[in-house]
């Protein structure tokens, strides 16, 4: 046991614990309202804050005071200023999880709130509060669609980290993002194989933003967005990419997506999975706290090495290797049609 774990009795600790609910919606406040994007430039008074933002000026300060313990916010002589940790935060910053903030809370906080259904029944939370799956919610509001793609965006290139600098993808033609939202991860990868064509699919509504994304990329003559469901059918292509997608699903409904690729691909076709790999034993891993959201969100569930492997034998895939970046926490986990 630790000095601090001494100093605070359990009980205290417990009540930190149990106050999450407060932490994370005071985040998403500073978030949503541009606290820390207004921070950028400098300390400001909570007044002057409060004015720029939109915001009651004793609520916010309280918000503030509530935060800075939690090392968001630093007191100076002429206000308020935003830390290291609070910068996150902002819009701009190239480690900016903004958009993560206001999807978690926009959409995920209200149903973990029936995570005691799912932890009596095994059923998924969201889908009892919603009264729908989470993705067919999602797929009818541009809007959700929007932030899910912006979250989708930040997520994962703080989740890749140094990734896709060393890696390289297995060579071919036509490489397809399945479940590629806004087209960010295809547009990163095509940069760098200018000889390449590549295809975003995804939900028609997810899919439409790819558009731009792809054009500020300078990309719209090698590509071609496509939106439809991967449980009907994917376009053809030599290399396969899905990021974060698999890890949504349950194993059967995994191996059907995998199926719908096996379908539309020749064999010898390339898949990448952009995953996470659970890994063995009790330490702590942020794959224990993404398996906790996919649970409770969409009945999906992260995987060790073994089951990423026997998944894809499953969808007629042969797991080749896994690489790791030295500071994402994802992997590119190769392999081939059989
Ligand atoms: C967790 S997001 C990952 C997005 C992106 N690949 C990334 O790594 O940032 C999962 C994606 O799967 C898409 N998706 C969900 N159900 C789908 C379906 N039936 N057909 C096609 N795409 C689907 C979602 O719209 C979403 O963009």
Redesign the pocket.
Known sequence: MSGDERAIPAAVRMQQLLSGFEVSQALYVVAELGVATALLGGPRSVEELAAETGADSDALGRIIRFLAPLGVFRATDDGVEVTDLGRTLAEGPDDSVRGLARYWMETHYAPFGDLLHTARTGETAATKFLGKPF?DW??ESSHL?EV??S???D??RSARGDLLDHYRLPEGNTIA??????G??LAELLVKRPDSKGIV???P???AEAHETLAAAGLSDRTTVIG?????A?PTADVY?????L??WSDSEAAR?LRSIADAAAPGARLVL?EMVMPEGDGPHVTKMVDLIMLAMVGGRERTETEWRSLLEEGGFTLDRIVSGSTGVMSAIEATLS
């Not at 439809?228 to 009907?232: E, M």
């Not at 990419?241 to 997608?245: I, L, W, Y």
């Open positions: 993705f999602v797929k669609a899910q793609n979250a989708m965006a997520g994962g993002d399945i479940g590629g939202a806004d960010t991860l699919f995804d939900l509504k997810v899919s439809g469901d991967f449980f009907d994917v990419v899905m990021s974060a997608v890890h949504d997506i952009v």
